[in-house]
């Protein structure tokens, strides 16, 4: 898809398990209604009917790396061409929880898997798709930790080890620094109503530059 047949923005939201995310999902998607825009929200794995059966699998049984990488971008593959790409299309935004950020921090910086491999099903599955903002919530690794064993029965990423979190963060971190066009940095140790002023005002500015004056 090319930028000029895109009439909608794609936000995605990213971060490590227990950095917070889900809490400013809801929040965001308000406030972009309040915008006046149409708002289509969406998860990864997941978002398609077919992609909701992969992430049962995904999220509980143990597959080689490489399994683990092919589908997330089947996945994704699926997502795009059933959601992504008509809602964008539509003039509608599209906010996901996640995308394919997580398959470098995850499979790439928590897994190992050489980042040329993720690169090539990059440029397979969306070489013109990239998302107009990146919401990385950022926190140090224990806070993470503390946050998810506080909850509930954690799933088959959740219940990996700190290098494997050490590795996700620091691939999370060095995206952000290569792509700082797209990137927006959330430290999510903040109390919550500092992080909503601070997504009123990244909100604001991306509408602002949707519909110049
Ligand atoms: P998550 O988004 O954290 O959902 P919940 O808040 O319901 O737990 O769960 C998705 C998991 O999938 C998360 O641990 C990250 C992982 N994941 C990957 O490893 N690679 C990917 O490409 C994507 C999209 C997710």
């Avoid at 978002?47 to 996945?75: D, P, Y």
């Avoid at 050489?114 to 107009?132: I, R, S």
């Avoid at 700190?162 to 066009?181: H, K, V």
């Amino acid at each position: 898809m090319t930028n000029n047949i895109k009439k909608g923005k794609f936000l995605t939201f990213e971060g490590i398990d227990g950095a917070g995310k889900s809490t400013h999902i809801a929040y965001v998607a308000e406030l972009l209604r309040q915008h006046g825009k149409q708002v289509i929200s969406s998860r990864e794995p997941g978002g398609t009917a077919l992609g909701e059966k992969l992430r049962e699998l995904l999220l509980q049984e143990k597959m080689h790396l490489e399994t683990e990488a092919l589908l997330m971008f089947a996945v994704r593959r699926e997502h795009i061409a059933q959601v992504i790409e008509p809602a964008l299309e539509r003039g509608d935004w599209v906010i996901s929880d996640r995308f394919s950020d997580a398959s470098f921090a995850y499979q790439g910086g928590g897994r190992k898997l050489a980042l040329d491999k993720l690169n090539a099903l990059e440029q397979w599955v969306h070489p013109d798709l990239q998302p107009d903002m990146t919401l990385l919530f950022d926190v140090p690794l224990e806070v993470a930790r503390a946050r998810l064993d506080a909850t509930r029965e954690l799933d088959k990423f959740e219940q990996e080890k700190t290098d494997f979190f050490a590795g996700t963060r620091a691939e999370y971190l060095r995206r952000a620094a290569e792509f700082p066009e797209r990137f927006r940095i959330i430290d999510s140790t903040r109390p919550i109503p500092e992080i909503r002023a601070h997504l009123d005002t990244l909100i604001a500015q991306l509408c602002a530059d949707a519909d110049p004056l």
